[in-house]
């Protein structure tokens, strides 16, 4: 055991150097270290020397002062960093993020220039290098540079960082932008003039250097993303101006150069001046979106289609430009006061809408300044010629005669007359009750009229209604007649018709059988020659056939007689022409005479005749007895 603790001796002492080290060596070598995420901020304690002591006015040491020093530590090893003389503070890095800037504020550095709320930018590593800050003459306070999204080892003992979110523009919107530094606005001057290089605001320093004015500016900035010092500009977002269609927009310029007149002498209601100019610009906006600054232009919108105004109590238009009118109220020349409602209808061309409005100022005070009095003036002295029933009377006349007129007075103020209505006239109750009177007696008188006319014609019904209930007999009557004469004239042209008919056919059958005789004397004609010619040629060939075979027969004959003889030929021949009719060579009967004689062959054929003819003799005799008696 002993032996163990004996080798073991070593241990502690390596147990506490290793735990103490981190003791030790800040302690007696002054060792210090900074993380990879952090920098070490230095307090310097005291100095030894007189002569290291901070100016007046400074609270950063940049020369090795006692106090925060303006190096900070980045991450590392540092020796000679002795704790009884620096104090060291781990502070994290600053991290701007995405969305967002950081503004800068300085504690310490030279003063501001007069008139001026932001520091100018100095080279200094984007606020890493506080000593390059105060060596360059940094200001001090707010500074017109920046931090972009990102991550810097920023001394928080000189600067303090704010955070705060960039500028988005949103669609349809123009950003209006107030300046708060710069050089300030001329006289007369209500917003600054346009200077170009510092990219829509985001780059102070050259907007001032290119003598950018302090305030309201004319220019505005368009939908987008933006890295806007809110120390340097105010922006506001509003809409764009939208110009319906069937509109224009005059713009009145207030800021611009002075513009000179383009109406020349004919015009004296105020300047008419080109695209920038200070004034009324001569070309309108046509209809869409524009980005407008609404605080150094003011845009009137004018309708260039027709426009109707309406002078009744009861009735107003969208545009509610006539919503101040009424109906108008006129007396006649008899003394009686009615009412009467009118509708005008203008038209203000494109290129006329801006004398208008440097006229009138807008579209409002065109109506109550020109048209409510014209209108209502000229009914009221046109009532005044006559009484109320011409007035009713010559409606149509008047609401010619009043287009006219205004038409004539409108081209004067650059607008187009385009029509003018008379509506409802409402005449006094007591001139109405009398009219009403005197109507009804009309009506009375007219009805008594017809009451009479319709006796009248009751009394010509009746009469015309007895003869109509005749009437049926009559053209019975009438209607029987004309049946039967027109049967009558029916049968005769039916009488006629046949005779004709039947000529016609007669006539028609004789030539039919005219031609039909001739033709068939023509084909007999024809035929007997045909049948005589045939008949010569047949007998022609007969009689040649007939000889031929004669002839033959004879030559024949001749030769068989000299060959035979004659009456052995003769004997041969009756033979064949018996043989030829069935009659036997041999007779069944024989007849001879006395003493066996006999004429031969003659003597046969009369025993065979007489043979035939008792033959019939017996068959009659064998079919009477059947017919006439039963047999026995």
Same mark, same amino acid.
């Given at each position: 055991m002993a032996d163990l603790i004996f080798s073991l001796w070593w241990v502690v002492p390596v147990l506490v150097i290793l735990v103490a080290y981190k003791f030790v060596l800040r302690v007696f070598f002054g060792m210090v270290i900074v993380p990879d995420d952090r920098i070490g901020l230095v307090v310097k304690k005291y100095?030894?020397?007189r002569d290291k002591r901070l100016p007046d006015g400074r609270i950063i040491a940049i020369h090795g002062e006692a106090g925060m020093q303006a190096k900070a530590l980045a991450p590392g090893l540092y020796w000679s960093m002795w704790p009884w003389q620096y104090s060291i503070t781990m502070e994290p890095f600053t991290i701007v993020p995405q969305g967002k800037l950081g503004l800068v504020k300085a504690r310490d550095g030279a003063p501001m220039d007069t008139g001026r709320v932001l520091g100018k930018p100095v080279d200094c590593d984007k606020f890493q290098d506080t000593v390059g800050f105060l060596e360059h003459n940094g200001q001090k306070g707010p500074q017109a540079a920046f931090l972009t999204p990102g991550s810097y080892r920023i001394n928080t003992f000189m600067f303090e960082v704010e955070m705060v979110p960039i500028t988005q523009i949103q669609e349809n919107k123009v950003g209006i932008v107030t300046t708060l530094d710069g050089e300030p606005l001329e006289k007369g001057e209500i917003a600054g003039m346009s200077v170009a290089g510092h990219k829509n605001y985001q780059d102070p320093m050259a907007f001032i250097n290119a003598g950018g004015r302090k305030g309201l500016q004319e220019d505005v900035?368009?939908?987008g993303t933006y890295y806007l010092n809110p120390w340097f500009v105010i922006v506001e977002q509003v809409s764009m101006v939208y110009i319906p269609i069937g509109y224009v927009g005059v713009v009145n310029s207030f800021v611009g150069p002075e513009g000179k007149d383009t109406t020349g002498d004919t015009f004296k209601h105020g300047n008419i001046v080109k695209h920038g100019d200070k004034g009324v610009w001569e070309q309108p906006l046509d209809p869409g979106k524009h980005p407008v600054n609404i605080y150094t232009h003011a845009v009137e919108v004018v309708p260039t289609t027709n426009i109707v105004l309406n002078w009744a109590d009861s009735r107003t238009e969208a545009h509610e430009l006539d919503k101040n009118l009424c109906t108008i109220t006129v007396r006649s020349s008899d003394g009686f006061t009615f009412n009467l409602d009118v509708s005008q209808i203008i038209h203000i061309p494109r290129n006329e809408a801006p004398k208008v409005i440097a006229r009138f100022g807008n579209m409002k005070n065109l109506v109550s300044q020109v048209l409510e009095p014209t209108i209502a003036n000229y009914f009221r002295n046109s009532a005044q010629k006559s009484d109320v029933i011409e007035f009713l009377a010559n409606r149509v006349q008047r609401q010619e005669d009043a287009k006219s007129h205004i038409s004539k007075v409108l081209d004067d103020y650059n607008v187009v007359g385009v029509d003018t209505l008379i509506g409802d006239i409402?005449?006094?109750?007591?001139?109405?009750?009398t009219l009403t009177d005197?109507?009804?007696?009309?009506?009375?008188k007219i009805t008594y009229e017809i009451q009479r006319n319709a006796q009248i014609e009751r009394k010509e019904f009746e009469s015309a209604k007895a003869g109509a209930d005749m009437q049926p007999e009559v053209v019975k009557s009438t209607r029987q007649v004309e049946i039967n004469t027109q049967m009558a004239a029916s049968k005769v042209a039916a009488s006629k018709g046949e &005779? *004709?008919?039947? =000529? $016609?056919? !007669? %006539? +028609? #059958? &004789? *030539?039919?059988? =005219? $031609?039909? !005789? %001739? +033709? #068939? &004397? *023509?084909?007999? =004609?024809?035929?007997a020659k045909a049948d005589a010619n045939a008949t010569e040629v047949n007998g022609v060939a007969e009689a040649a056939k007939i000889k031929a075979i004669g002839l033959s027969e004879a030559e024949v004959t001749k030769q068989k007689t000299e060959a035979m003889g004659t009456e052995q030929y003769a004997i041969v021949r009756v033979?064949?022409?018996?043989?030829a009719h069935g009659i036997k060579l041999v007779p069944e009967i024989l007849v001879s005479g006395k003493d066996g004689g006999g004429n031969g062959i003659i003597d046969a054929l009369i025993g065979n005749e007489m043979l035939k003819k008792l033959q019939n003799a017996n068959d009659i005799i064998e079919v009477k007895p059947a017919e006439d008696k039963p047999a026995k």
């Amino acid at each position: 055991m002993a032996d163990l603790i004996f080798s073991l001796w070593w241990v502690v002492p390596v147990l506490v150097i290793l735990v103490a080290y981190k003791f030790v060596l800040r302690v007696f070598f002054g060792m210090v270290i900074v993380p990879d995420d952090r920098i070490g901020l230095v307090v310097k304690k005291y100095v030894l020397a007189r002569d290291k002591r901070l100016p007046d006015g400074r609270i950063i040491a940049i020369h090795g002062e006692a106090g925060m020093q303006a190096k900070a530590l980045a991450p590392g090893l540092y020796w000679s960093m002795w704790p009884w003389q620096y104090s060291i503070t781990m502070e994290p890095f600053t991290i701007v993020p995405q969305g967002k800037l950081g503004l800068v504020k300085a504690r310490d550095g030279a003063p501001m220039d007069t008139g001026r709320v932001l520091g100018k930018p100095v080279d200094c590593d984007k606020f890493q290098d506080t000593v390059g800050f105060l060596e360059h003459n940094g200001q001090k306070g707010p500074q017109a540079a920046f931090l972009t999204p990102g991550s810097y080892r920023i001394n928080t003992f000189m600067f303090e960082v704010e955070m705060v979110p960039i500028t988005q523009i949103q669609e349809n919107k123009v950003g209006i932008v107030t300046t708060l530094d710069g050089e300030p606005l001329e006289k007369g001057e209500i917003a600054g003039m346009s200077v170009a290089g510092h990219k829509n605001y985001q780059d102070p320093m050259a907007f001032i250097n290119a003598g950018g004015r302090k305030g309201l500016q004319e220019d505005v900035i368009l939908a987008g993303t933006y890295y806007l010092n809110p120390w340097f500009v105010i922006v506001e977002q509003v809409s764009m101006v939208y110009i319906p269609i069937g509109y224009v927009g005059v713009v009145n310029s207030f800021v611009g150069p002075e513009g000179k007149d383009t109406t020349g002498d004919t015009f004296k209601h105020g300047n008419i001046v080109k695209h920038g100019d200070k004034g009324v610009w001569e070309q309108p906006l046509d209809p869409g979106k524009h980005p407008v600054n609404i605080y150094t232009h003011a845009v009137e919108v004018v309708p260039t289609t027709n426009i109707v105004l309406n002078w009744a109590d009861s009735r107003t238009e969208a545009h509610e430009l006539d919503k101040n009118l009424c109906t108008i109220t006129v007396r006649s020349s008899d003394g009686f006061t009615f009412n009467l409602d009118v509708s005008q209808i203008i038209h203000i061309p494109r290129n006329e809408a801006p004398k208008v409005i440097a006229r009138f100022g807008n579209m409002k005070n065109l109506v109550s300044q020109v048209l409510e009095p014209t209108i209502a003036n000229y009914f009221r002295n046109s009532a005044q010629k006559s009484d109320v029933i011409e007035f009713l009377a010559n409606r149509v006349q008047r609401q010619e005669d009043a287009k006219s007129h205004i038409s004539k007075v409108l081209d004067d103020y650059n607008v187009v007359g385009v029509d003018t209505l008379i509506g409802d006239i409402t005449p006094p109750a007591a001139l109405m009750k009398t009219l009403t009177d005197r109507k009804l007696a009309e009506q009375e008188k007219i009805t008594y009229e017809i009451q009479r006319n319709a006796q009248i014609e009751r009394k010509e019904f009746e009469s015309a209604k007895a003869g109509a209930d005749m009437q049926p007999e009559v053209v019975k009557s009438t209607r029987q007649v004309e049946i039967n004469t027109q049967m009558a004239a029916s049968k005769v042209a039916a009488s006629k018709g046949e &005779a *004709e008919a039947k =000529t $016609i056919n !007669a %006539k +028609a #059958d &004789a *030539e039919v059988r =005219t $031609i039909i !005789a %001739k +033709a #068939d &004397a *023509e084909a007999k =004609t024809v035929n007997a020659k045909a049948d005589a010619n045939a008949t010569e040629v047949n007998g022609v060939a007969e009689a040649a056939k007939i000889k031929a075979i004669g002839l033959s027969e004879a030559e024949v004959t001749k030769q068989k007689t000299e060959a035979m003889g004659t009456e052995q030929y003769a004997i041969v021949r009756v033979a064949e022409a018996l043989a030829a009719h069935g009659i036997k060579l041999v007779p069944e009967i024989l007849v001879s005479g006395k003493d066996g004689g006999g004429n031969g062959i003659i003597d046969a054929l009369i025993g065979n005749e007489m043979l035939k003819k008792l033959q019939n003799a017996n068959d009659i005799i064998e079919v009477k007895p059947a017919e006439d008696k039963p047999a026995k």
